[in-house]
C-alpha cells in the first residue's frame, strides 16, 4: 500500500476497532495464509478458494473477520461525509433501500437514515463476532450448526455498505485517490461470497 493510502486508511480513522486473531490458534494461521496469498499477487479468484483438508467453517469465519475490518476502515474514511443531511435514507441510489431489523428494538423493516444504519449494523455485526457462542475461539470448540446461515446474513448486510459507499460516496474515494484499494477489497469480497455460495444473487444486483 502506498504511503498516501496508508494516510487514508489508518486505524484511527476505523469505524470500529480492528478484531483480531488470537497468534498460535488456527485460525490465526489461515489468517497469515490467506493474507500471504493475497499479497503475493494470486489471482483473486484463486485466492477464495477453500484451501484442501481446511475446515469451511473456519475458512468463512477468518474472512468474514477480515471483511469487517477492511470495510470498516473503508467507511471510516468516508463517515464523516455520510450525514443524516447527505443520506437521510440507507440506499444504493434510487432503486434500492435498506431498512433495518433486528431482535430488539427494530422488529420491522424500518428505514434509517444511513450513518444511523450503519452504527447499528456494525455494533450488529460486532456482536455476533464477538459471540463465543457463534464464533469460537478455543480450540476444539465446535461452531453452532447455523454458524453458515449467520455469516451470509452478516456478509449480505456488509454489502450493503459497499453499495452505499460506491453508489453515495465514491468521489470521496476518488479524492482521496483510494479507488484501487477499495476496488481490490470489494473485488475479494465479491469472489469469496459467491465462490462459496454466501451471497444471494439478487442481493448483488446494486452493484452489477
Partial sequence: MS????QVFNKDKTFRPKRKFEPGTQRFDLHKRAQASLNSGVDLKAAVQLPHGEDLNDWVAVHLVDFFNRINLIYGTVC??????SCPVMSGGQRYEYRWQDEHKYKKPTPLPAPKYMN????WIEMQINNEDIFPTS???P???NFIQI?????C????????????HFDRILLMGAEAHVNTC???FYYFATELNLIDRKELEPLK
Fill in 143 to 145: 461452531f453452532p450448526k
Fill in 157 to 168: 448486510r456488509l454489502f450493503r455498505v459497499f453499495v452505499h459507499v460506491y453508489i453515495h
Fill in 120 to 123: 447499528l449494523l456494525m455494533d
Fill in 186 to 188: 470489494y473485488k475479494h
Fill in 139 to 141: 480450540i476444539g470448540i
Fill in 3 to 6: 504511503i498516501a493510502l496508508k
Fill in 80 to 85: 464523516e461525509f455520510c450525514t443524516e443531511k
Fill in 151 to 155: 455469516c451470509k446474513k452478516i456478509l
